[in-house]
């Protein structure tokens, strides 16, 4: 545990303790402190056993019967189902590494949108908006054009195909 960790005691009667602030507090004072990035870690007093992880799935339990679950239903029979698997360590490592990810690529995100939203002048935001699509739009662009080129051009060929068979039948009706 670092000096930075706050501390927070779970009591036999099952309140939770913040020392940092001297006061008990609740499930969603958790999660406040989970959603502003704060490290901590609880503590049963009896015990002494860290119990971070039971007091974060009471969190989450707590959220999941609210009105708008993360986890549907198959999704937590299928997490139920690796436990005890051979390949529950790399389910776990997967699912940690995919948040992760997914949260870097969220911060990018907002990243993004706050510098374009911070700049006073709406017009220098959508510009700067553009210049992230213009090669993209650019390269689509070329894309159609090329294929619309390569279809024009096999259309003709078809034509001339068609046109060469229906000769072909004209001289050999001609011919009899």
């Known amino acids: 545990m670092s000096e930075n960790t706050r501390i927070i005691k779970k009591y036999p009667n099952r309140r939770l303790y913040d020392t940092e ?6 499930l969603e004072n958790i999660r406040q ?28 339990s707590e959220q999941e019967e609210g009105g708008d679950p993360i986890f549907r239903t198959e999704v937590l029979r299928n997490i139920i189902r690796f436990y005890g698997d051979s390949m529950q360590s790399t389910v776990s490592s997967y699912l940690e590494l995919s948040l992760e990810f997914f949260s ?3 911060q990018q995100f907002k990243d993004r ?14 510009r700067e908006l553009s ?46």
């Open 21 to 26: 602030v001297s006061r008990y507090i609740t």
């Open 33 to 60: 402190l989970v959603i502003r990035g704060e490290h901590f870690t609880v503590i049963d007093k009896r015990s002494g056993d860290d119990i971070t992880r039971s007091i974060l799935l009471q969190v989450i």
């Open 104 to 106: 870097e690529q969220q």
């Open 113 to 126: 949108m706050r510098r374009l939203l911070d700049v006073n002048n709406p017009l220098t935001a959508l």
């Open 131 to 176: 210049q992230y699509q213009v090669p993209i739009w650019r390269t689509v662009r070329r894309e159609f054009l090329a294929n619309l080129k390569r279809k024009e051009k096999d259309d003709a060929s078809a034509q001339v195909i068609e046109s060469d068979a229906d000769n072909s039948d004209q001289d050999k009706q001609s011919g009899q």
